[in-house]
């Protein structure tokens, strides 16, 4: 029943009208934050399509889009990270999935930030965790 408890947390969440927060990243086939309200999000994460491109996909300093390594999701770049902030009146996206080494890194002229929160990750990487503060 824990496990099945995960199938109804939402995907993201909006903070203050204008930070798109999500786990993973941006998808293709989402252009605004309505069409994340009409996903059915009560299931496990599938291998592809919008609910696993929003779990999985990955910055990269690309302009566009790019299959990612990890098999899941996509790596996305400057043009759909501007595009979907334009798009839905954000002033940026916060995400984590993806280990920085200062606990934070800034992508697109600050648009977009990993946050990643588990300092010296599994006992053995060494790097420092962070939080963020919002105001």
Not at 57 to 64: A, H, T
Not at 66 to 80: I, Q
């Amino acid at each position: 029943m824990f496990n099945d408890a995960f199938d109804y947390l939402p995907l993201s969440a909006i903070v203050e009208g204008k930070v798109f927060c999500v786990h993973g990243g941006l998808s293709p086939t989402i252009k605004t934050v309505d069409q994340i309200c009409g996903l059915d999000r009560r299931m496990e994460i599938p291998d592809n399509g919008a609910l696993c491109d929003m779990m999985w996909s990955d910055p990269m300093e690309i302009e566009e889009w790019e299959a990612n390594k990890r098999g899941v999701g996509w790596y996305f770049g400057s043009n759909p990270t501007d595009a979907f902030i334009n798009r839905n009146n954000l002033s940026m996206i916060a995400r984590a999935h993806q280990l920085v080494a200062e606990g934070y890194f800034y992508w697109f002229d600050k648009k977009l930030v990993t946050v990643w929160s588990a300092p010296n990750y599994c006992y053995r990487v060494g790097n420092k965790a962070a939080i963020m503060k919002l105001s």
